[in-house]
């Protein structure tokens, strides 16, 4: 099976990353043969909606189940949509997370494990923390033309997600 870690290094002996949609790498792991692939997380850096974006990816390179430490509501919704299973990892290496996947414990998450956007209020997964980012001064008209342009850029995934859900549930409805 082909699952996939977040990661803040692209190997096996890497730390497995909390952050889903900011992580700095995933790496990509054959649980038969323990071949894997670091890949560089290509929304890390996105000004908005790495989550789908990220999910998307993971979903695109034939990931069949995620391991990460916390994953957002838009995230796991991409991946539910795809039946891509989610796994909470409390922390460890890559290695590690995917022995526990063998083992069986790493517990199925049943939906978000993280609010939406707290990759955004945690520098990127770098630890900032929500106390930091309350200690921030108050958003500026560019801060705030960015909160909007990102929370329209992020209704318009959704918007794209929930019209695949309903298709498939159509799909489903009608025996398909």
């Known amino acids: 099976m082909k699952i996939v870690i977040s990661a803040d290094g692209a190997s096996l002996s890497a730390q497995a990353s909390p952050m889903f949609g900011r992580c700095s790498?995933?790496?990509?792991?054959?649980?038969?043969?323990?071949?894997s692939e670091g890949v560089e997380?290509?929304?890390?850096?996105?000004?908005?909606?790495?989550?789908?974006?990220?999910?998307?990816?993971?979903?695109?390179?034939?990931?069949?189940?995620v391991v990460s430490g916390n994953i957002g509501p838009n995230a796991f919704g991409v991946?539910?949509?795809a039946d891509v299973l989610?796994?909470?990892?409390?922390g460890g290496t890559v290695r590690q997370a995917v022995e526990a996947y063998k083992a069986g414990k790493?517990?199925?998450?049943?939906?978000?494990?993280?609010?939406?956007?707290?990759g955004m209020r945690q520098g990127r997964?770098?630890?900032?923390?929500?106390?930091?980012?309350?200690?921030?001064?108050?958003?500026?008209?560019t801060d705030r033309e960015e909160e909007i342009?990102?929370?329209?850029?992020?209704?318009?995934?959704?918007?794209?997600q929930l019209a695949?859900?309903?298709?498939?549930?159509d799909r489903l409805d009608k025996g398909e």
Not at 25 to 35: G, I, L, Q
Not at 41 to 61: D, T
Not at 125 to 141: I, K, L, V
Request: aromatic residues 6%; proline residues 5%.
């Open 41 to 65: 997380n290509p929304a890390m850096n996105a000004s908005g909606g790495a989550g789908i974006k990220a999910a998307q990816f993971v979903v695109e390179r034939g990931a069949q189940a």
């Open 79 to 81: 991946l539910q949509a």
């Open 86 to 90: 989610v796994y909470t990892f409390g």
């Open 164 to 169: 695949q859900v309903m298709e498939r549930l």
């Open 125 to 141: 997964g770098m630890g900032m923390g929500r106390q930091a980012a309350a200690a921030s001064p108050a958003p500026t008209t």
């Open 149 to 160: 342009a990102s929370l329209k850029e992020t209704a318009g995934a959704m918007r794209e």
């Open 106 to 118: 790493l517990p199925a998450s049943g939906g978000a494990t993280a609010p939406a956007h707290v």
């Open 25 to 35: 790498a995933y790496v990509f792991v054959d649980t038969d043969s323990m071949e």
